[in-house]
Every structure is written in C-alpha cells, then in structure tokens.
C-alpha cells in the first residue's frame, strides 16, 4: 500500500560504477520529482517529470540520467560515480506540478 | 543573500510550549510549502500554502505574501513533533523552479 516507493532504500558502491534508484507512485500522479539531501542535510530538487515529459533539470552533472517510462515511474540513473555523489535521494510525486508532494522514503547512497 | 531564510536554525522547547518557526523570502512566488523531517529520515508534506492560513490538528501555517513571510505555529507541542521542519518554495509559472530552506531543527523536551 506504499504511496511513493524507492529501491533500494540503501546503496553501497566503488567510485566509477554505475547504478540506478527505482522509484515507483501509485497515486495516479501525473508530476514526479528526484531530490538529493546532502550531508548537512540540505534538499535540493535535480529533476521533475510531468506526464512523462522533463519540466525540470537543474545544475546536475549529466553522468545523472532521469527516465521515466510510464506516469508512476521515474528512475535515476547515474553513471561514474563519485565520492561527491554520497548522499540521500527521495523521490516524491504530486497531483500536478507546484502541488503537495508525497516522498517516498528515500535511498541512502554511499560511494567508497 | 539566499532566496529563502528560515529562523530559528535550532529550538528547544518544553512539552506544552507553543512553538514557532519563521520563513521568509525574497522572490515571487506561487506557493510555500512546509515540510517535516522526522529523525528516522522520512519527509511529510504538511502544508501547501499560497494566501491566509491552514489549520490541521495541533499545526497552525500562516502566510503574508505582501511581507514575503510564513509562520509555522505548533500548538501544545509534543516530543513526538521533535523534528526537522523545512520551508520551500514554488517559483511558479514559466521557471518551475523550487527552492528549500535549510531547515528548523526542533527539540520537544517531555
């Protein structure tokens, strides 16, 4: 019955690979969000979909890759990774853009 | 200066006490949200505000969009409200830009 689901919920990888976050909504939202919370605890959005379609890209490095195949899935695909990559990322959707959002519980990140 | 401020960074209250934690701005914009971070990690979208005031249970949110400010009230607080509250942004229109502060971190005390 999880609204916004992500896995794994932790990740532990070498410097250089490469590896995806899955996020899933079965709210029937149209809006979906990735969002990276660093290690002072400061949120930051990365990328928002609407119906499938990017809204929003900021400043990220372009080894992270957002696709999203259907409404309900928005998965974060990062390639290369590296030590600055540690970090806690949510996913979060919303009826439409600008609206309430619902997190998922988001996914732990830790590049040795 | 950053777009959006919030004060104070750390509180500690006592059970029982009326809490009260400030957000102001500097931009445009459609929206404020408040948000709360519990201690395990998890993120609950409390209020969406764009004019007046919300009410849910013992949580109070207020916002003047002419002074660019919005209060988070906490009513008869509890440790269970012990938490991080966040206060962001909705740019709005063409940027579809959304900005967080940095976070109000609350300690109830029983």
């Known amino acids: 019955d999880t609204a916004v689901s992500q896995t794994p919920k932790y990740l532990v990888t070498q410097m250089g690979n490469d590896k995806s976050i899955k996020c899933e909504q079965n709210?029937?939202?149209?809006?979906m969000y990735w969002y990276k919370q660093d290690s002072k605890k400061f949120l930051k959005i990365m990328f928002s979909y609407n119906n499938k379609e990017l809204i929003i890209n900021e400043t990220v490095p372009n080894r992270f890759s957002p696709k999203s195949p259907d409404k309900a899935h928005l998965n974060l695909h990062i390639n290369s990774l590296e030590l600055g990559d540690s970090a806690v990322y949510f996913c979060a959707s919303s009826p439409f853009w600008g609206d309430e959002q619902f997190f998922g519980p988001g996914t732990r990140l830790t590049v040795l | 200066k950053n777009e959006v401020e919030q004060s104070p960074q750390n509180l500690t209250a006592q059970e029982g006490e009326f809490i009260t934690i400030n957000c102001s701005y500097s931009?445009?914009?459609?929206?404020l949200h408040w948000l709360q971070q519990h201690p395990g990690g998890g993120i609950v979208s409390l209020f969406m505000l764009s004019s007046g005031k919300k009410k849910h249970g013992r949580l109070i949110a207020t916002i003047n969009i002419q002074e660019k400010h919005s209060s988070l009230h906490i009513t008869a607080s509890h440790p269970r409200d012990s938490a991080v509250y966040i206060c962001a942004l909705n740019y709005g229109g063409a940027t579809n830009k959304l900005i967080f502060g940095t976070g109000t971190l609350l300690a109830v005390q029983p």
């Open positions: 931009v445009g914009i459609s929206a």
């Open positions: 709210l029937g939202h149209d809006t």
